[in-house]
């Protein structure tokens, strides 16, 4: 007996040692951005950079190695884009608050949650929740990857009077990019497995002639901790003035995580035929635990990522994707010159080709009952043109709620529908 296939159940998932490998590989290959971009984001906040770079790793991996053996999904974690942006911006720089007391806020999220999991409460609210609306967050987390990818690609770009337009197509890491995508669909179409790996990994070797992919080195010694660890200020956190950044992040926390599971389930095919979460107890206390260790470490809250679709898209079925790309940010921590040498243009392809697969989610929606598809519209229109999965998630239970019952099906409403769209508005009306 092979004690790696019996712990990830990996023969009953249809999947292969090889193939797990290559899709923690590739899941990682997606966001290891995040080693980079979240030290400056929290380093506008006045912490230590390379303390967060750290954090961040260590986090990253030590979650995503726990999701995978404690709920033996394909999800690797990491300290989560928006909330970082959030935890900075809004309520350290905008609301003065020190990043010290926004960590133990950060902290005192996580244990909320963790609490709500273990309760079942969070297992009741998620599976409670109508097919639908389920199909519908799973198509607009895609499309919200598709505006983070195509950002990346530089397809589109602002503009003050359409809020986003064309972007140059005669720009050499735009073509690249296009390329990429190409590459990537043309070898899935084929049925290779890997297509999405071997597309990055060719797109960011095209980019060497012309100085666009710089080899920054292979191994270099992790930055100190110390700066940021255990510097969480609980007292401070436990203030009335936090309390409302405490829910906040809480409530984001769980629905941007909520969604991310949703929408990679669906996609893996692990959702059961009802619409419910198999292992939903221990995939959240998973993913609730972590914010706890990433606040211990230093760091936002870490959630799991929906970049982990691209893992799945690569043949990712159980935990030993996750862990795989665990053990590959702990590895960061010692070639981080060697990840940040794969540039984003090489990554964004791979987002939008997730995202049009996961678009597909919308297909099996019952286009015969507008109480159930319009809601889900919502839902997937609202994520990408408010740019948050959470506003997205909670206009379209908002809509649900209010458009069943204004056609005479209240009772097709269920209490966890209800509390969510009331929370929702309380989150819209009064934070």
């Given at each position: 007996?092979?004690?790696?296939?019996?712990?990830?159940?990996?023969?009953?998932?249809?999947?292969?040692?090889?193939?797990?490998?290559?899709?923690?590989?590739?899941?990682?290959?997606?966001?290891?951005?995040?080693?980079?971009?979240?030290?400056?984001?929290?380093?506008?906040?006045?912490?230590?950079?390379?303390?967060?770079?750290?954090?961040?790793?260590?986090?990253?991996?030590?979650?995503?190695?726990?999701?995978?053996?404690?709920a033996?999904y394909?999800?690797?974690?990491?300290p989560?884009?928006g909330?970082?942006?959030?935890?900075?911006?809004?309520?350290?720089?905008?609301?003065?608050?020190?990043?010290?007391?926004?960590?133990?806020?950060?902290?005192?999220?996580?244990?909320?949650?963790?609490?709500?999991?273990?309760?079942?409460?969070?297992?009741?609210?998620?599976?409670?929740?109508p097919?639908?609306l389920?199909?519908?967050?799973?198509?607009?987390?895609?499309?919200?990857?598709?505006?983070?990818?195509?950002?990346?690609?530089?397809?589109?770009?602002?503009?003050?009077?359409?809020?986003?337009?064309?972007?140059?197509?005669?720009?050499?890491?735009?073509?690249?990019?296009?390329?990429?995508?190409?590459?990537?669909?043309?070898?899935?179409?084929?049925?290779?497995?890997?297509?999405?790996?071997?597309?990055?990994?060719?797109?960011?070797?095209?980019?060497?002639?012309?100085?666009?992919?710089?080899?920054?080195?292979?191994?270099?010694?992790?930055?100190?901790?110390?700066?940021?660890?255990?510097?969480?200020?609980?007292?401070?956190?436990?203030?009335?003035?936090?309390?409302?950044?405490?829910?906040?992040?809480?409530?984001?926390?769980?629905?941007?995580?909520?969604g991310?599971?949703?929408?990679?389930?669906?996609?893996?095919?692990?959702?059961?035929?009802?619409?419910?979460?198999?292992?939903?107890?221990?995939?959240?206390?998973?993913?609730?635990?972590?914010?706890?260790?990433?606040?211990?470490?230093?760091?936002?809250?870490?959630?799991?990522?929906?970049?982990?679709?691209?893992?799945?898209?690569?043949?990712?079925?159980?935990?030993?994707?996750?862990?795989?790309?665990?053990?590959?940010?702990?590895?960061?921590?010692?070639?981080?010159?060697?990840?940040?040498?794969?540039?984003?243009?090489?990554?964004?392809?791979?987002?939008?080709?997730?995202?049009?697969?996961?678009?597909?989610?919308?297909?099996?929606?019952?286009?015969?009952?507008?109480?159930?598809?319009?809601?889900?519209?919502?839902?997937?229109?609202?994520?990408?043109?408010?740019?948050s999965?959470?506003?997205?998630?909670?206009?379209?239970?908002?809509?649900?709620?209010?458009?069943?019952?204004?056609?005479?099906?209240?009772?097709?409403?269920?209490?966890?529908?209800?509390?969510?769209?009331?929370?929702?508005?309380?989150?819209?009306?009064?934070?």
């Open positions: 007996m092979n004690p790696i296939l019996d712990r990830f159940q990996l023969p009953a998932l249809g999947t292969t040692v090889r193939t797990e490998v290559l899709a923690g590989l590739t899941t990682w290959l997606a966001m290891v951005y995040i080693v980079a971009v979240n030290p400056a984001i929290l380093g506008a906040a006045g912490m230590d950079k390379g303390a967060v770079f750290t954090a961040t790793c260590l986090a990253a991996g030590i979650a995503s190695i726990l999701m995978g053996l404690l033996n394909p999800l690797a974690l990491a989560g884009m909330l970082n942006a959030y935890f900075a911006f809004a309520v350290v720089l905008g609301m003065k608050v020190p990043w010290q007391v926004a960590l133990g806020a950060v902290f005192l999220s996580g244990v909320l949650f963790l609490i709500i999991s273990l309760l079942k409460w969070r297992e009741w609210l998620v599976n409670a929740i097919l639908s389920k199909l519908g967050i799973a198509a607009g987390i895609g499309f919200f990857l598709a505006v983070i990818g195509l950002k990346g690609m530089g397809l589109i770009v602002a503009h003050p009077a359409t809020l986003v337009t064309l972007g140059s197509l005669t720009d050499t890491k735009t073509v690249l990019a296009c390329i990429g995508f190409v590459l990537i669909a043309g070898l899935s179409a084929r049925g290779l497995t890997g297509a999405v790996l071997i597309g990055i990994l060719a797109t960011a070797a095209l980019g060497i002639p012309f100085g666009l992919t710089t080899f920054h080195g292979i191994v270099s010694a992790p930055p100190s901790i110390a700066p940021t660890f255990l510097a969480m200020d609980l007292a401070g956190a436990f203030s009335l003035g936090v309390v409302g950044i405490v829910f906040t992040f809480f409530l984001v926390d769980l629905l941007d995580n909520t991310t599971l949703i929408a990679t389930t669906q996609r893996a095919g692990l959702m059961n035929r009802d619409g419910s979460v198999p292992r939903l107890g221990q995939a959240l206390t998973a993913d609730s635990g972590s914010a706890m260790i990433g606040a211990t470490l230093g760091t936002s809250t870490v959630v799991s990522y929906i970049e982990s679709a691209a893992g799945i898209q690569a043949g990712g079925r159980s935990g030993l994707t996750a862990v795989v790309a665990g053990i590959l940010f702990l590895l960061t921590l010692f070639f981080a010159p060697l990840a940040q040498s794969i540039p984003g243009f090489a990554t964004a392809p791979a987002l939008v080709f997730v995202a049009c697969l996961m678009a597909a989610a919308l297909k099996h929606l019952n286009w015969d009952d507008m109480t159930d598809y319009l809601p889900a519209i919502v839902t997937a229109f609202a994520m990408p043109f408010t740019f999965i959470a506003t997205g998630i909670g206009l379209g239970f908002i809509t649900y709620a209010l458009v069943k019952t204004v056609a005479g099906k209240p009772g097709e409403v269920s209490g966890a529908v209800w509390l969510i769209a009331l929370a929702s508005v309380a989150k819209f009306t009064l934070l």
